[in-house]
């Protein structure tokens, strides 16, 4: 239900409840992530009881964001941009899980945000900073990471379909390419294919794909 909605809208408007989806925050263990210098981590180091418990960042949805979501192996970002991904992702947990699961904040996507989880201070990640904020902070990376991988597995795509793809910005509709490609696999007229698969976006993928 994350992505079905979006696979004919903007990679950015997919990329976001994808990869923040509750699932995923369960199953990369992000809900578990804190910010080393957040508030939550700095009053456990007040108590020595509680030093040495769970906590502190975890990089693993960082890493499958840039590696599978996005950019890909060799697509540029290096271990500095995981690990301030990791930190902008800080907060984001599962609604009423843990006892820091209290002082969370309901999220539109079903996830919850915990302010007291999030690393402070601004990020720079790929060379772009990304000014101070608590939710927001990771919403804004994910509309600027671009998509260099989101077609590169369609084996029916041309070579210039395929590099098309892979230069769109988050900001740029799939219609088009989407379109093009089908009709050319399908024999179909660019302008039909268009018109019956993205009909004011009222049909959802798999009924165009079903027709066919």
């Known amino acids: 239900m994350a992505i079905r909605p979006h696979v004919l809208g903007r990679f950015s408007d997919m990329l976001k409840p994808a990869a923040l989806h509750p699932a995923m925050l369960l199953y990369l263990d992000q809900f578990q992530s804190t910010g080393p210098l957040s508030p939550f981590q700095q009053r456990r180091r007040r108590r020595p009881a509680q030093a040495g418990g769970r906590g502190g960042l975890n990089e693993n949805l960082a890493r499958e964001f840039l590696e599978l979501h996005t ?16 930190r902008a992702l800080t907060g984001w947990t599962i609604p009423g899980i843990g006892r820091i699961g209290r002082f969370s904040e309901d999220q539109t996507n079903g996830a919850a945000f915990v302010a007291l989880a999030h690393e402070p201070g601004a990020r720079m990640i790929l060379r772009r900073r990304y000014a101070a904020g608590g939710p927001e902070q990771a919403l804004v990376v994910g509309g600027n990471v671009r998509g260099e991988r989101v077609v590169a597995d369609w084996p029916w795509l041309t070579p210039g379909q395929l590099h098309q793809g892979r230069d769109l910005a988050p900001t740029i509709a799939l219609e088009s390419v989407l379109a093009g490609a089908v009709a050319e696999h399908l024999g179909l007229d660019p302008v039909v294919a268009m018109a019956r698969f993205c009909p004011g976006r009222t049909t959802r993928p798999l009924a165009g794909i079903v027709r066919a």
């Open 71 to 86: 950019l890909g192996v060799g697509g540029g970002y290096t271990q500095a941009d995981v690990t301030e991904l990791a």
